[in-house]
Antibody
Framework: QVKLQQSGAELVKPGASVKLSCKTSGYTFSTSYMSWFKQIPGQSIEWIGMIYAGDGGTGYNQKFKGKATLTVDTSSSTAYMDLSSLTTEDSAVYFC?????????????WGQGVMVTVSS | DIQMTQSPASLSASLGETVTIQCRASEDIYSGLAWYQQKPGKSPQLLIYGASSLQDGVPSRFSGSGSGTQYSLKISSMQTEDEGVYFCQQGLKYPWTFGGGTKLELK
């Protein structure tokens, strides 16, 4: 079955960077899209960006350009997101999710989420 | 960006009661709408896509309807396991955007 397994919780200092991972199984990663999301507990969900594993092509929400960088390793079926120059406003739960294009674009399988806490 | 507005922000329902949640888009999204359920500490689960298509494995008491800018999610008979937060998402135009969420509790 399809699984997306994210890395563990992170505690990072302001100004630092962090790299989150999302290891997949159960489907053909190399021809799929992966998106990343930010959710502050108790709030809504923001789409950060997406990457096509086939060629590494990316698309970002303008709000997160310069903050997030998406990459993939097709040999391990893993997607990554680098978050840079972290501030307390980046403290949130981050999810990865497989993109599913029908007539429109949805997200059918999600990782369990990872809490990133930015604190000195 | 397309703005998605949900109402109500929260509601409580009794077992067996019918529940309806609304979602309005800032422009016509041509039925490009999904509904997700999120339980505390968990990731969102896709319930409905294309405004009215039920995702595999989702109970038939869930249904979606709507067109243009107005959409709704209906739960025909509230169950204990339906407690959670429900989000709508537009899938028509990039960047993909979500509503603010509706918290559903058992009365």
């Amino acid at each position: 079955q399809v699984k997306l397994q994210q890395s563990g919780a992170e505690l990072v200092k302001p100004g630092a960077s962090v790299k989150l991972s999302c290891k997949t199984s159960g489907y053909t990663f190399s021809t799929s899209y992966m998106s990343w999301f930010k959710q502050i507990p108790g709030q809504s969900i923001e789409w950060i960006g997406m990457i096509y594993a086939g060629d590494g092509g990316t698309g970002y929400n303008q709000k997160f350009k310069g903050k997030a960088t998406l990459t993939v390793d097709t040999s391990s079926s893993t997607a990554y997101m680098d978050l840079s120059s972290l501030t307390t406003e980046d403290s949130a739960v981050y999810f990865c999710a497989r993109g599913w294009l029908t007539i429109d674009y949805y997200f059918d399988y999600w990782g369990q989420g990872v809490m990133v806490t930015v604190s000195s | 960006d397309i703005q998605m507005t949900q109402s109500p922000a929260s509601l409580s329902a009794s077992l067996g009661e019918t529940v309806t949640i609304q979602c309005r888009a800032s422009e016509d999204i041509y039925s490009g709408l999904a509904w997700y359920q999120q339980k505390p500490g968990k990731s969102p689960q896709l319930l409905i896509y294309g405004a009215s298509s039920l995702q595999d494995g989702v109970p038939s008491r869930f249904s979606g309807s709507g067109s243009g800018t107005q959409y709704s999610l209906k739960i025909s008979s509230m169950q204990t396991e339906d407690e959670g937060v429900y989000f709508c998402q537009q899938g028509l135009k990039y960047p993909w955007t979500f509503g603010g969420g509706t918290k559903l509790e058992l009365k």
